[in-house]
């Protein structure tokens, strides 16, 4: 079955420094994976999805097949990246599977002044 | 209206209570989904309804009856339920299903605490 890991439930850094947040996956298809997220007191929502390539509030992510993993990156956080981060998988293109994301535990970033 | 709404936010009942989650949409998405999220944990799929007919079902406990009235209506029917039950429910809708990279677009979620 596929599974997506976080292993960093808890990361602590200081405005303007660098933030990477892990994200391992284990399925041997060709998998979807997202980043979602959740401020405080606000609805989970999207932040970035791979095949999307894309830098949104400057973070990326980029999928290592190789090494199944996603990790999230953003070069200088910012206070108001404070919020908990969702890595999701979804196991692509079987209709089977519809659209069932399998999120991983979760990382809480907390961004000090 | 481009959000998901649910109602209520909070909610606390009895396990002899039957009561109801709503969700609804207006976006023209076509599926539409039930998550269980515990606290300090993931959400956990339950039930995926596309094109108002249920896709999926991840085992869930019968006293969890989902109900799709119509494409922009989503309900959750709780009978029954014991005191662990109680957790966020979040709903979430999509455009399609099996669309791929498809975005899921969550509404703020039902507490529920079953006393």
Known sequence: ?113 | DTEVTQTPKHLVMGMTNKKSLKCEQHMGHRAMYWYKQKAKKPPELMFVYSYEKLSINESVPSRFSPECPNSSLLNLHLHALQPEDSALYLCASSQEVWRAQETQYFGPGTRLLVL
């Open chain 1, 1 to 113: 079955a596929q599974r997506v890991t976080q292993p960093e439930k808890l990361l602590s850094v200081f405005k303007g420094a660098p933030v990477e947040l892990k994200c391992n996956y284990s399925y041997s298809g060709s998998p979807e994976l997202f980043w979602y997220v959740q401020y405080s007191r606000q609805r989970l929502q999207l932040l970035l999805r791979h095949i999307s390539r894309e830098s949104i509030k400057g973070f990326t992510a980029d999928l290592n097949k190789g090494e199944t993993s996603f990790h999230l990156k953003k070069p200088f956080a910012q206070e108001e990246d404070s919020a908990m981060y969702y890595c999701a998988l979804k196991i692509g293109m079987i209709k089977a599977a519809g659209n069932k994301l399998t999120f991983g535990g979760g990382t809480r970033v907390l961004v000090k002044p």
